[in-house]
């Protein structure tokens, strides 16, 4: 149960696109189209962006998608916005309900 | 609406045990597995175990296998987490969170946390 590796930052600037990277083992996000993410805040709970790989949940901006390819999934956020800066973690299920995280990635809007 | 609140938390001496609750409100407990994650100060998100929405099973990271024990109450709407010889890097901010869906689903509320501190 390692946890899935993501790149500790990414920016971009108002209006550009930028995209995440979350890279685990053919036992969780290969293994599994059950990939989550999640926006975390300064000092708030994480909030769901994105499940089962490609999904987002009812009030997520249409501006975030989710992607896989084999084992590594990608957050995108296209169209950038202040509001948007915050961390990032990717989430897989494992198997045998077991969850794991990736170690977060913190996205600037320069 | 759905509420999550945990608490429970505070300054342990390291060996010792402490107990936190998480309390929820607006939904059919009994109907969602509920899970703990944890967050070191400056850390990410650290999965810690899930108990089966009916209690009758219980998963666990392997870290905290044999020390944490999650256990819920259905008829108190309450989730627990028994964390037991605790050490320095138990330190962290823990988190209830219900589970909407299957597998494939995600962890749809959260609470606000609860801090625990493991210091002499």
Known sequence: ???????????????QSVTISCTGTSSDVGGYNYVSWYQQHPGKAPKVMIYEVTKRPSGVPARFSGSKSGNTASLTVSGLQAEDEADYYCCSYAGSNNLVFGGGTKLTVL | QVQLVESGGGVVQPGRSLRLSCVASGFTFSHNGMHWVRQAPGKGLEWLGVAWYDGSQESYADFVKGRFTISRDNSKNTLYLQMNNLRAEDTALYYCARFYGDNGGYLDYWGQGTLVTVSS
């Open chain 1, 1 to 15: 149960q390692s946890a899935l590796t993501q790149p500790p930052s990414a920016s971009g600037s108002p209006g």
